[in-house]
């Protein structure tokens, strides 16, 4: 038997955080992790990280990880064992592991227990089908091993997660069909959802998987509308042809070891299930053993470093006489900081039944936006969501964003400031900044758009402008490429004015016609066919090829008909006809009309 | 444009189209047509498209059944798929006085060759069971009546037109009749001046005052019609269904949509385009009653169109006595759309010959107007 003055068992940035800061204080401390490297859920990240740029944010995952690596193989107060599958905690923090085969036993004065979460399971029809598999196992056979599981996926699941895994496998040139939501709102980040939504991968709320369908494997998948008691509404099922079912509803904490180790666990839905009890310090109710990170709670990388500080801290307190009273609460308050914006509800009042108050000493705001300039080549933010990020804010160099003192307050950008540098860009991790400069006498604007996937444009590439949701707006030829070593690249093209807010992504040119009017099913190919014929008025355009007739009124597609039209006529849009607008502006049963409600 | 023209047609719309279409036909040169908006953006561009020959005048009836033999060759003739559909007209009775008159009209119509019978309220019910038939004591049917769609025909029109040389001129208002010694010597437009010593108001709403522009007081006004659309499903309903006394009309478009109006109480008078909500008000109730699978059903959209309408609602073609060949076709009232093919034809006719071959078109002339006016009933 081995002895240590501490043990972390579990290597993702928790524990990472918590046996680098042990070892600083000369504090005897074995690592154990059952894979083959350290670095737990953040090897198979290969996206840019949110949160606190103090804390690593701005980085991808993978990057943090060999950061914090290099951090323990500098410090000779630290063991590390991977490939050490923990079996068993033991009375007197007796740790057992598993290592090549063999039973290896080993002794800590207090333990920190970082062992994380894993995926919660979500039964249907068929969902031992080959082909389904969870998110996690995804990203780890594409991230780590370089193997991809399938051409066409379905997710189920909006969380961050979800829509992570929906950007990373269209990166690594894959099909995602779409994303099945229970619920009626998206359940990670807004600006995550937007980049896929760009990409033109749905977000279907209020959705479920009814059922896979396949004999050997996965060939397809049944999806239905749902109705406010999460049942499938007949009618409205629908078949979608995958190969792949990804399941992403969500993480529960690994709490088995922490129960042999005598602490108390207890169902708190909103942290993730069964979770040990702990006080602010990260100590559970077994005085020698503390938790950190996914175990503790469902959160993200951020929190759980924050927390592997405290609990390691705490411990060198306790085991050498240190006075480490200022740091501690200085982190306390960080991570309370961290957890005060509304994406961050369910945690607070998860800690709250647990007894942890909440300390922020300051709320989130949503920043007044300053006057714009138009015509100056400057940032756009489209970050509209308290969400604990300030990647922008400190990465410009000419402070020309302002997040302020909490960083789940939005960011604003000071146009006089900003000097279209596009660091800002680059740097943030939700994609969510993009350049503009409108040259109004030409009624052309300039675009600069994040790109992260493959192949890179060239200048000169004829491309297609897409919109916010991923449907073609107009054609554009590639002006500029900034090409940056963190692989966000600045790509720039002009388009006409008007599209100078719903253009957010360029497309190379596929061979099938995109579809302009949604509602209608009208391609490209058919309204420039129609226009070719001689039709050049907008409203004899429309009632040849139905194109902006359907029930949306248009609301989607009139201003790329008349963006199609202009190029193809040589006629401003804004010169162009617009048309009448008739009720109802949505569509109304007739239902409505039969007993009259409240007539003024 | 073309500085001297033949004929100048005042009006892009489905009678002036296919007026053009038949003069390019019958081999005319040179012949203008102005429409000051895009072409189906008059009352062509906002019509039911229902295709009806159950008149009670039987030149409406001769009319009509004329369209539709040339409607059924509208693909081949014209060049277009017009959605043209023969789903039959159900039209509905509610007394037996009602009923009465249906007999008497099938009679007459029967006699002009049309194949139209009568039917009970359990015939109806077995064609249509969908329908809710309270009150009904029975109606009139006839499977030869059609729909197609009104904006892709005139559409259809303006294209063939220009593909066989016709000076189609879009976006350009006539402002006047230029006449000397009551002879037409040209017109003006927004765009510029036209030579010509002929012209062909097919003005649609605006046909009064395209004959004042030649100091004609054409006996016609406008007034607006209400009319929506709904959101597309299956194909339930095969013909149009007209209810006189419920005030209603009804049709399923091959796109799947509802298309549906009613005579206003009071309608607004002249070219408004305005809507209401009363109208959206009226239509419910009588629609869910009468098709209760429409209760879910969402209006999509409402939108209105000028009725052109002559002392008798029927049509007038005919040529001015005061002026030399300024000819007329106006006054179509709720059905210029199905008889335009017909209408077209025989304008052009008389342009060429002097009068109307194929079909005799005189009793639609403007002296009918000094006898005792017999209007047209069956009209929603
Ligand atoms: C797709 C995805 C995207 C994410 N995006 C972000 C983001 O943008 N920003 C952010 O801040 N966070 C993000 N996160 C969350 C973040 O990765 C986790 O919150 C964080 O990794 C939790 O850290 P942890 O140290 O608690 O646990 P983990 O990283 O899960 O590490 C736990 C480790 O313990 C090991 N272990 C478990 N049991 C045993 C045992 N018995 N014996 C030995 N070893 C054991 C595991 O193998 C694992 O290596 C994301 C997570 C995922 C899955
Ligand atoms: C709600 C509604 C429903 C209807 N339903 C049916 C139906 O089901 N079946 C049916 O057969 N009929 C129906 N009709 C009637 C039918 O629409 C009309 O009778 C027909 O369209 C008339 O055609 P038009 O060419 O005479 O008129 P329009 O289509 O109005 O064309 C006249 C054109 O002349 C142009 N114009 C006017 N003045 C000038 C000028 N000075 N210079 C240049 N251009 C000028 C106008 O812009 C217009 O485009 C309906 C009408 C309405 C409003
Ligand atoms: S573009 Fe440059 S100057 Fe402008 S906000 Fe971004 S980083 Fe700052
Ligand atoms: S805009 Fe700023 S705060 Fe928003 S995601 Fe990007 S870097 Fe973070």
Redesign the interface.
């Known amino acids: 038997m081995k002895f240590y003055e501490t043990i972390v068992i579990g290597s993702g940035p928790a524990g990472m955080v918590g046996a680098t800061i042990l070892g600083q204080h000369g504090v005897k401390t074995l690592l154990l992790d059952e894979n083959d490297f350290i670095g737990g859920q953040l090897v198979k990240q290969t996206h840019k990280f949110f949160g606190d740029h103090a804390h690593y944010a701005s980085l991808r995952g993978f990057e943090i990880a060999q950061k914090l690596q290099d951090g323990i193989s500098s410090n000779s107060n630290v063991e590390v064992e991977n490939a050490a599958t923990v079996m068993g905690i033991y009375p007197n923090n007796t740790v057992t592991y598993i290592q090549n085969g063999k039973k290896c036993k080993a002794y800590g004065k207090k333990l920190l227990i970082t062992t994380g979460a894993m995926e919660k399971q979500l039964p249907f029809v068929n969902s031992d089908l080959p082909g389904v598999y969870g998110a996690g196992a995804i990203q780890t056979l594409m991230n780590e091993y370089g193997i991809m599981p399938g051409s066409r996926f379905m997710i189920i699941g909006s969380g961050n997660i979800g829509l992570i895994l929906a950007y990373q496998l269209i990166q690594a040139g894959a099909k995602v069909r779409a994303i099945v939501e229970a619920l009626g709102k998206i359940g990670g980040y807004a600006v995550h959802a937007n980049k896929i939504k760009r990409l033109g991968v749905p977000i279907l709320l209020n959705h479920t998987i009814v059922k896979a369908i396949g004999d050997k494997s996965v060939s397809g998948a049944v999806i239905a509308e749902i109705d406010d008691k999460f049942k499938p509404i007949t009618g409205t099922e629908r078949e979608l042809v995958v190969d792949t079912i990804a399941i992403s509803v969500g993480l529960t904490p690994l709490t088995e070891l922490s129960e042999q180790a005598g602490c108390k666990v207890e169902f708190i839905p909103e942290l993730g299930g069964y979770v040990p009890i702990r006080n602010e310090r990260m100590k559970t109710t077994n005085p020698d053993v503390f938790i950190a990170g996914d175990l503790a709670s469902i959160e993200e990388a951020t929190t759980a470093m924050i927390e592997g500080k405290i609990a390691s801290l705490e411990m060198v307190q306790e085991l050498t006489g240190k006075d480490l009273e200022k740091e501690i609460e200085n982190e306390i308050t960080i991570l309370a900081l961290f957890r005060s914006g509304p994406k961050s509800v369910k945690i607070r009042s998860g800690l709250e039944k647990m007894g942890i108050k909440n300390l922020a000493i300051s709320k989130p705001r949503i920043n007044e936006p300053k006057e714009d300039i138009v015509g100056k080549l400057r940032a756009v933010l489209e970050c509209d969501e308290e969400i604990p990020c300030n990647s922008c804010e400190v990465s410009c160099p000419f402070g020309a964003i302002y997040i302020g003192e909490n960083l789940n307050s939005t960011p604003v950008l000071d146009p006089d400031k900003c000097t279209g540098c596009g660091t800002c860009v680059n740097a943030c991790p939700g994609l969510a900044i993009f350049m503009l400069k409108e040259d109004v006498e030409n009624r052309m604007a300039l675009v600069g758009i994040p790109y992260e996937l493959l192949p890179l444009p060239v200048k000169g590439q004829k491309m297609w402008a897409m919109n916010k949701n991923g449907d073609y707006v107009c054609d554009v030829t590639v002006e500029r490429v900034v090409k940056y070593p963190n692989k966000t690249h600045l790509v720039y093209a002009k388009i006409p004015i008007e599209f100078s807010q719903s253009v957010r992504h360029f497309s190379f040119i596929k061979k099938e016609s995109p579809i302009i009017c949604r509602c209608e099913e009208v391609t490209l190919d058919e309204i420039e066919n129609t226009i070719d014929?001689?039709?050049t008025?907008f409203?004899?355009l429309k009632?040849?090829t139905?194109v902006t007739m359907?029930?949306c009124?248009g609301k989607n597609c009139k201003l790329v008909v008349l963006g199609i039209l202009s190029r193809k006529t040589g006629v401003s849009i804004s010169n162009l006809?617009q048309g009448t607008s008739?009720?109802?502006v949505k569509?109304?049963?007739?239902?409505?009309?039969?007993k009259?409600g409240d007539d003024k | 444009m073309i500085s001297n023209a033949s004929v100048v047609i005042i009006g892009g719309g489905i009678i002036g189209t296919s007026i053009a279409f038949n003069l390019a036909k019958l081999g005319v040169k040179d012949i203008s047509v102005f429409e000051k908006?895009?072409?189906?953006?008059g009352s062509t561009?906002r019509c039911g498209g229902g295709i009806r020959q159950q008149w009670t005048s039987p030149m409406n009836v001769r009319l009509a059944m004329r369209s539709v033999e040339l409607f059924r060759r509208f693909r081949e003739d014209i060049g277009m798929d017009i959605e043209y559909h023969e789903g039959g007209y159900l039209l509905l009775a509610y007394s037996d006085e009602e009923m009465g008159e249906f007999e008497s009209n099938v009679k007459m119509q029967n006699q002009e060759g049309l194949s139209v019978q009568l039917v009970s309220p359990g015939e109806i019910k077995e064609k249509f069971p969908f329908m809710n038939l309270e009150r009904v004591v029975g109606g009139t049917w006839c499977p030869s009546d059609s729909h197609a769609n009104p904006?892709?025909a005139n559409?259809a029109y303006?294209?063939a037109i220009?593909r066989m040389g016709v000076d189609l001129n879009?976006?350009t208002a006539v402002d006047g009749i230029d006449i000397q010694n009551g002879e037409i010597v040209g017109v003006q437009t927004d765009k510029g001046y036209v030579k010509t010593n002929t012209v062909i108001n097919a003005a649609g709403g605006f046909s009064h005052e395209v004959g004042l522009m030649a100091n004609m007081d054409i006996p016609t006004h406008s007034e607006r019609h209400q009319i929506l659309v709904t959101?597309s499903i299956n194909h339930v309903l095969e013909p149009m269904v007209i209810s006189f006394k419920k005030n209603y009309y009804v049709r399923q478009t091959m796109?799947g949509s509802f298309v549906m109006g009613q005579s206003d109480k009071k309608p607004a008078q002249g070219n408004d385009l305005g809507?209401s909500?009363e109208f959206?008000?009226e239509?419910?109730?009588k629609?869910?009653h009468d098709f209760p699978f429409?209760?879910?059903?969402?209006?999509?959209?409402?939108?209105s169109g000028a009725y052109n309408i002559s002392p008798d609602a029927q049509p007038i073609i005919d040529t001015a006595e005061s002026i030399s060949r300024y000819i007329f076709a106006v006054g179509f009232s709720g059905h210029g759309f199905m008889l335009a093919p017909a209408a077209g034809e025989a304008v052009a006719e008389m342009v060429v010959y002097g009068r109307s071959k194929t079909m005799d078109v005189s009793n639609l002339n403007m002296r009918r107007f000094k006898r005792q006016i017999k209007s047209e009933k069956n009209v929603v």
């Open positions: 014929s001689g039709i008025d409203e004899e009632r040849l139905r359907g029930p009124g006809s008739r009720p109802p569509p109304v049963e007739f239902s409505a009309f039969l009259c | 908006s895009y072409i189906s953006s561009g904006q892709i559409i303006a294209i220009k879009t976006h959101e796109h809507h909500v959206l008000e239509m419910a109730p629609m869910v429409m209760t879910h059903l969402h209006i999509v959209r409402q939108w």
